[in-house]
């Protein structure tokens, strides 16, 4: 199932833990030939590696479970679990989101709209509150709860909390309500107008009261086991009839290493509006690549039924890769986990007969395998049946992308440390081979290598204040991608058609999309600035002793981050754009009052969109400004390292016998370190693979 990742993931800690030892033969040879610390130099970089380690092991996978109304999601976690935790028979979920994870005991705990939080241990007790709180009662399953007590009795109550009186939902606001085309396309049972339109009026009026009492938030912990332990599955109510999502679902989906929406393919047509509609939201729009669209209940249809429908659903669904379309049958899959682990097997299909709950397609693949193969066989067939093997293949080789690009990360530092290492070791080889072959003529040589560092530096520092003018300034690369990004969006918007009733959503997924291009904007320029220095520092190196991965600063994470964080009073827009003025503070309205926003987002859309650019440019100059400081500093400091190495090197009093054995001992080091960087390029290109 997820063997793979593990199995690379294991492999890549091993050649980290071959760093730190290398690392600890480094510092005692060091300590025993009287030399500087070699590991001055590359701490940056060797912190870098380590938090990059750290990351992979902790090993967190979050899968986003999303769905059309009676798609089965309880039954597609059950089944991907295999456990049955959350209740099956139902139509539909409460407003809560549901997190499942690992936990040294089964136990629940439940975050209630009013802030009080609640926790219920050992498995009886733990189902009793599942089975009544994640599911909704009778008589409510025929309105979208979930969309009520999320947009009006939860909101309405924070509001009214926050100014101190009681909760109060004027008749007018629940009129404004019921005429959102949102709650009424909820209405997937086709009651009465009339009917549908008081129901949710008689719950709004009788749940406001106890609004606080509303549980917004599910967290279940449960002993799985080892190759489920990482895993976090987030199961959201917040898909509404025509695909939207709920702010709070937004967060999570924005952060999933995988989303799945799960659409039946029996029982409705095989229409896409919905879907298109989910894909279009701007949180599944930031993480499209991780979506997979997982069609469910094909024991109900024909094998002949299926290839038609698999060819159906590739047209209809063409805006997403065909290896994202998956087609599986949940309570198959579930039967075959179940059944897998029970001694008596035609007993226990016996039992469930006798109780009316066993499915006609368990029947007949245990007619077709049983007395002629085994059960072996029979468990195999259900198997089959299920599918399963695509989801588990799918996730393993596309929704683990960001974790073997974490992989690949810590494997490209580490080779980036290696090189460093063993350029270091093969100066100092070649240095106290030079003082046993002539002391003389090896000062001559250090005071040369001085010297041209000396001239790096030098030539340097005009170089990079070259490179530093092609990105500032009126006419540099910096305000020419950022103005040429404002052009785009304002063609863009113009084309919104602001009649539709689709307009304010439309403009909103434009304007994020296009803050997150100027965040995108933003860390490629400041990549770029920091290569076009090293490109600066390569030539110079070749005319040199030298070699440039010596002298080479390391601007890892942690670097950018620091610079970033001495200009960030320049970059505040963005975050106030995204965090309530403009768009989130309009949604604490309610999904009512779209249409009257649209007008007001348009008004003050352009000028922020026009501050966050001039933002950008400002931080981004000065950013510059800081990486050219920064990579001077750091390039003298190298550069110093090195004179102080050649210094020792000169300054040790050792024999020639004692000189062989440190050039020995170097060499063997040097050797460990190709070896090591041997493998890990190995591993990086098979990981490679894993993110095309």
Not at 20 to 34: F, P, S, Y
Not at 280 to 308: G, P, Q
Not at 431 to 438: I, L, P, T, V, W
Not at 569 to 595: L, M, P, W
């Amino acid at each position: 199932m997820i063997t793979d990742y593990k199995s690379r993931k294991n492999e890549v800690l091993v050649s980290y833990e071959k760093v730190e030892q290398l690392i600890g033969a480094l510092k005692e040879n060091a300590q025993r030939t009287g030399m500087p610390n070699p590991l001055e130099r590359v701490e940056a970089l060797l912190t870098d590696i380590r938090n990059k380690a750290d990351k992979a092991r902790e090993d967190r996978f979050s899968l986003m479970i999303a769905g059309e109304s009676k798609s089965g999601k309880s039954t597609f976690i059950n089944a991907y679990l295999g456990v049955e935790l959350l209740p099956m028979d139902v139509k539909q979920c409460t407003s809560s989101i549901i997190e499942i994870k690992y936990g040294k005991e089964f136990s629940v705990r439940a975050t209630y709209a009013g802030g009080q939080v609640e926790e219920i241990n050992g498995d009886s007790s733990a189902r009793e509150f599942l089975k009544k709180n994640a599911a909704l009662d009778d008589e409510c399953r025929d309105i979208p709860v979930p969309t009520i007590n999320s947009e009006m009795l939860v909101k309405s109550g924070l509001r009214a909390k926050e100014k101190g009186i009681p909760i109060e939902i004027s008749k007018k606001n629940i009129e404004e309500f019921l005429n959102a085309t949102e709650v009424q396309e909820a209405n997937i049972h086709n009651i009465p107008s009339k009917d549908y339109n008081k129901k949710i009026s008689d719950y709004i009026n009788k749940k406001k009261s106890s609004w606080k009492n509303i549980v917004t938030k599910i967290e279940i912990l449960f002993p799985f086991g080892e190759e489920m332990r990482g895993i976090e599955i987030v199961d959201s109510p917040g898909v509404c009839a025509r695909g939207g999502v709920s702010e709070i679902t937004s967060k999570y989906i924005e952060n999933a290493d995988a989303i799945i929406f799960l659409k039946p393919i029996s029982g409705q047509a095989l229409e896409s509006a919905q879907f298109n509609q989910f894909m279009r939201d701007i949180s599944v729009s930031r993480n499209k690549n991780a979506l997979f669209l997982v069609m469910t209940r094909t024991t109900n249809v024909t094998h002949e039924d299926l290839r038609r429908l698999e060819d159906e659903a590739y047209r209809q669904f063409s805006n997403l890769d065909r290896k994202n379309i998956l087609f599986v049958d949940s309570k198959a899959e579930l039967y075959a986990k179940k059944l897998a682990t029970v001694d008596d097997v035609k007993a226990e299909l016996r039992r469930l007969n006798e109780n009316e709950t066993l499915d006609d397609f368990v029947v007949k693949a245990y007619t077709e395998t049983s007395g002629l193969f085994g059960n072996g066989d029979f468990i195999n067939n259900l198997k089959e049946k299920s599918r399963f093997v695509q989801i588990y293949n799918s996730l393993e080789n596309f929704g683990r992308k960001a974790h073997y690009i974490l992989l690949g990360a810590l494997l490209n530092s580490i080779d980036n440390l290696y090189a460093k290492l063993w350029s270091d070791l093969n100066i100092q080889v070649d240095m106290f081979r030079q003082k046993a072959e002539d002391p003389t003529e090896l000062a001559k040589k250090i005071a040369q290598v001085k010297q041209e560092l000396d001239d790096i530096n030098s030539k340097l520092y005009k170089g990079v204040d070259v490179v530093v003018r092609r990105f500032r300034g009126d006419d540099g690369l910096i305000c020419k991608f950022a103005k040429e990004a404002v052009e785009d969006y304002m063609v863009n918007v113009s084309l919104i058609d602001k009649h539709s009733s689709n307009a304010f959503k439309e403009l909103e997924r434009q304007s994020i999309r296009k803050i997150d291009e100027f965040k995108q904007l933003t860390e490629d320029l400041q990549k770029m600035v920091v290569l076009e220095c090293d490109k600066e520092l390569v030539a110079l190196s070749k005319e040199n002793a030298i070699p440039f991965e010596s002298l080479k600063p390391d601007f890892s994470e942690v670097t950018f981050d620091e610079i970033r964080q001495s200009t960030q009073s320049k970059a505040n827009e963005t975050h106030s754009y995204e965090d309530g003025i403009t768009f989130k503070t309009t949604r604490t309205h309610s999904v009512y009052s779209q249409n009257k926003h649209f007008c007001i987002i348009k008004d003050n859309i352009l000028p922020r969109i026009e501050t966050i650019k001039n933002d950008l440019i400002e931080n981004l100059s000065e950013f510059a400004e800081k990486i050219r400081s920064r990579y001077i500093e750091e390039l003298s400091l190298n550069a110093n390292t090195k004179k102080n190495e050649l210094d020792a090197i000169m300054e040790a009093k050792n024999t020639a016998e004692e000189i062989q054995i440190i050039v020995k001992k170097l060499t063997l080091l040097m050797e460990r370190i190709s070896s090591a960087q041997s493998d890990a390029k190995k591993l990086k290109g098979g990981i490679a693979k894993n993110v095309q």
